[in-house]
């Protein structure tokens, strides 16, 4: 049981380049969100999803796009990429319900330069 | 305005005792979940523990509990028995309803627990 799959680990970009960051889920899970986590920022919601062909802006949404066209995948674009985007971007997914925890992928560390 | 407030950037303990991590928010909703994150040196995300806004008891695991003290609105975790690995980040999170059934995650800026052997 996969759990929480980010793709990729690592990258660096360029300013001005574009890329995209998967994030597989296995879990049949409604809730998808995409954080970022700097240094004394704890994690920042970029944008969230409850459900297929659903998403929602979080607190830091400006730069990034997101699509959730199947409920196991949720993608973050970066369509320009900014040395202020240089972080550790987490995805996590959770079942509809208050009560339960989000599941956490490994995280991608992303350098631009 | 800040939903998630962790006072504490860092706290230091000695093995084998107990320590409070201070985290208060911020929410009008009357229902909402609240959880406590690990993250250690390798980077992951662990849950530790939950606490729902109705629950009229605190929360426990093993040697981790919730303080949840509701009219002040506070959640503050509580390890007993500090152990080496202990030593990480901790995150307090909230979930509330937003605009309806959406139910946004919303953490805090996390604690870095450091324990001395």
């Known amino acids: 049981n996969a759990g929480v799959t980010q793709t990729p680990k690592f990258r660096v970009l360029k300013t001005g380049q574009s890329m995209t960051l998967l994030c597989a889920q296995d879990?049949?899970?409604?809730?998808m969100y995409w954080y970022r986590q700097d240094p004394g920022m704890g994690l920042r919601l970029i944008h969230y999803?409850?459900?297929?062909?659903?998403?929602a802006k979080g607190e830091v949404p400006d730069g990034y796009n997101v699509s959730r066209l199947k409920k196991q995948n949720f993608l973050l674009g970066l369509e320009s990429a900014a040395p202020s985007q240089t972080s550790v971007y987490f995805c996590?997914?959770?079942?509809?319900?208050?009560?339960?925890?989000?599941?956490f992928g490994q995280g991608t560390r992303l350098t631009v330069v | 305005a800040q939903k998630i407030t962790q006072t504490q950037p860092g706290m230091f303990v000695q093995e084998k005792e107990a320590v409070t991590l201070d985290c208060t928010y911020d929410?009008?909703?009357?229902?909402?979940?609240l959880f406590w994150y690990k993250q250690p040196s390798s980077g992951e995300m662990i849950f530790l523990i939950y606490?729902?806004?109705?629950?009229?008891q605190n929360a426990t695991e093993g040697r981790y509990s919730l303080n949840f003290q509701k009219a002040r609105k506070s959640a503050n975790l509580v390890i007993s028995a500090s152990q080496l690995g202990d030593s990480a980040m901790y995150f307090c999170?909230?979930?509330?309803?937003?605009?309806?059934?959406?139910?946004?995650?919303?953490f805090g800026k996390g604690t870095l627990l450091t324990v001395n052997p």
């Open positions: 996590a997914s959770s079942l509809g319900r208050r009560n339960t925890e989000a599941f």
């Open positions: 879990m049949n899970h409604e809730y």
């Open positions: 999803s409850v459900g297929e062909g659903t998403t």
């Open positions: 929410t009008s909703d009357q229902s909402y979940g």
């Open positions: 606490q729902g806004s109705y629950d009229e």
């Open positions: 999170a909230m979930r509330e309803a937003s605009g309806g059934s959406n139910y946004k995650l919303t």
